[in-house]
């Protein structure tokens, strides 16, 4: 038992020491939103984490009213960050958004982050094919322009009035295909009711373009040339 208790003493000792370079005082932080969708639908259970870049010090959950309101603690180690489905993988249904109050801001002391209304668009996948169905020789050169499901903000402020502000860039891949790639599979993460943008030249011929529309979760595009 006695052994126990020191083991927890060292454990609390490690933890105070380790996090008080990182943590301002007793300062606390209220972060709180709705996330809807770009339909002004509530987004429920997304993940909302605050803190640094390196230290989580405030988590929440969105309600069914895609609500959230919670206390963070703050970090003493440059910008103050507020994470919306942070490091969402590419099978994840919505975008990620990200809040930040650089250090150098000239509010970075506030107390209250009253976000309003955050836009969290909904995922879209974009499955590229290519085939070569012709048995053509030449080189075939695609550049392919599509949104970005990864949102960066600075925080302003008043209310932030995220919903209203375009975020997503966009996100350029480039294919070169040869005589002996015949076919070519590719999967890519953007959002819902955008529209990715297909340029393609053979050899060294003139650009032209496809636009395809991703109004889709699933979105499957066949370029057979």
């Known amino acids: 038992m006695l052994r126990n208790l020191k083991l927890l003493a060292v454990c609390i000792l490690f933890v105070m020491t380790s ?23 509530p987004v429920s259970n997304i993940h909302i984490t605050s803190g640094s870049k390196t230290t989580i010090l405030g988590a929440s959950v969105s309600e069914i009213t895609g609500n959230f309101d919670f206390v963070s603690l703050e970090s003493n180690r440059g910008e103050f960050q507020i994470q919306i489905n ?51 020789s030449d080189t075939l050169k695609i550049l392919l322009d599509y949104t970005s499901n990864y949102c960066s903000l600075e925080l302003d402020n008043d209310k932030e009035l995220l919903a209203k502000r375009r975020c997503y860039s966009t996100h350029t891949s480039r294919i070169i295909l040869h005589a002996q790639d015949l076919n070519y599979d590719t999967r890519l993460t953007s959002v819902k009711n955008e529209i990715a943008r297909l340029y393609y030249r053979f050899n060294n011929g003139f650009q032209q373009v496809v636009e395809i529309p991703l109004t889709n979760t699933e979105n499957t595009y066949v370029f057979e040339y």
Not at 26 to 41: K, T, Y
Not at 108 to 122: E, F, H, T
Request: with cysteine; hydrophobic share 35%; net charge negative.
């Open 19 to 41: 996090c008080a370079e990182d943590v301002i005082d007793s300062r606390r932080i209220r972060v709180a939103g709705r996330l809807i969708d770009d339909m002004d639908s």
């Open 86 to 136: 942070s490091g969402a993988q590419r099978d994840s249904l919505f975008a990620e958004v990200i809040l930040v109050n650089d250090l150098s801001s000239p509010n970075r002391s506030r107390l209250n982050y009253d976000l309003g209304d955050i836009i969290v668009k909904p995922t879209a996948f974009l499955n590229l094919k290519t085939q070569n169905t012709s048995g053509t």
